[in-house]
């Protein structure tokens, strides 16, 4: 292979992985240990990307799981942002963001679901095991929601 070639090779590559940020809440501790009460678990995601250098991006999959009783009582809110430095070059321009933000994230999950888990327990509450993520799919509703958005205001008169 001559070395033009090698060049123009795709390179993707973990260069680290680390928990940014991590933080939990309980705020009606000591009491709502002794609530017997189902909880509502609600779970959101967030990916964002940079870039740091040249090909070198770090993108950040911030997971945050609340647990609410019935009354709006707030049991637990953890929040998780799990970030990696990634190597990504030679890809073309328009499949970069596919690759941050479904690529990237199905690195990232498995950790931030890891620790979201671990900080729940140590609070003294059941593990919550988040479910597997599909973030191609989660991708795809985006650039369709974004899509509608800008035909929508494109349709809007100018006034």
């Given amino acids: 292979m001559t070395e033009n070639a090698q060049a123009a090779q795709p390179v993707f590559s973990i260069e680290k992985l680390y928990v940014k940020d991590l933080s939990l809440e309980v705020p009606n501790a000591p009491k709502i240990f002794l609530d017997r009460e189902n909880p ?53 321009e328009g499949d970069l963001e596919a690759v941050m933000m479904i690529g990237c994230p199905n690195i990232l999950f498995p950790y931030a679901r890891e620790s979201v888990s671990d900080a729940i327990t140590r609070a003294g509450f ?11 799919s989660l991708y795809q509703a985006q650039q369709q929601q974004q899509a509608a958005a800008a035909a929508q205001a494109g349709e809007l008169p100018i006034q």
């Fill in 40 to 92: 509502q678990i609600n779970v959101q995601l967030r990916t964002e990307a940079s870039n740091v250098d040249e090909g070198v991006f770090e993108v950040t999959l911030t997971v945050t799981v609340s647990s609410k009783l019935p009354e709006d009582r707030t049991v637990f809110l953890v929040e998780v942002a799990q970030a990696g430095i990634f190597q990504i070059r030679n890809i073309p």
């Fill in 126 to 136: 059941q593990p919550v095991v988040l479910a597997p993520v599909n973030f191609e």
